[in-house]
């Protein structure tokens, strides 16, 4: 199982940043994915998630209406769309599967156990 993501790089606030992360070893279509992120110092926290037909998204408060995740089950690749960056958001950010909870709750898959190198967002002020 291979989770490649790629697209970060160093932005200044209010730019953007188009996240991609190509998948290999398992079937994309069958899984529900997310996108998590962690800072220096701070927890790897859930950014967003989509599931595995693309037709349910949810985001941290953080990000609602500045992030859009999605899709390409037959690229193996699952994106995402980050707009108006703020410092803040700075951090290494992972693809990951995920499973949904109870309303709405979402959480990584714990039979996946390779987050990948992931790609780092800088947001300078």
């Known amino acids: 199982v291979q989770l490649q993501a790629s697209g970060g790089g160093l932005v200044q606030a209010g730019g953007s940043l188009r996240l991609s992360c190509v998948v290999s070893?398992?079937?994309?279509?069958?899984?529900?994915m997310g996108w998590f992120r962690q800072a220096p110092g701070k927890e790897r926290e859930g950014v967003s998630c989509i599931s595995d037909s693309g037709g349910t998204t949810y985001y941290a408060d953080s990000v609602k209406g500045r992030f859009t995740i999605s899709r390409d089950n037959a690229r193996n690749t699952v994106y995402l769309q980050m707009n108006s960056l703020k410092p803040e958001d700075t951090a290494v950010y992972y693809c990951?599967?995920?499973?949904?909870?109870?309303?709405?709750?979402?959480?990584?898959?714990?039979?996946?156990?390779?987050w990948g190198q992931g790609t780092q967002v800088t947001v300078s002020s």
């Open positions: 070893g398992f079937t994309l279509a069958y899984y529900h």
């Open positions: 990951f599967p995920i499973s949904f909870g109870r309303r709405g709750s979402w959480g990584h898959r714990a039979d996946f156990d390779s």
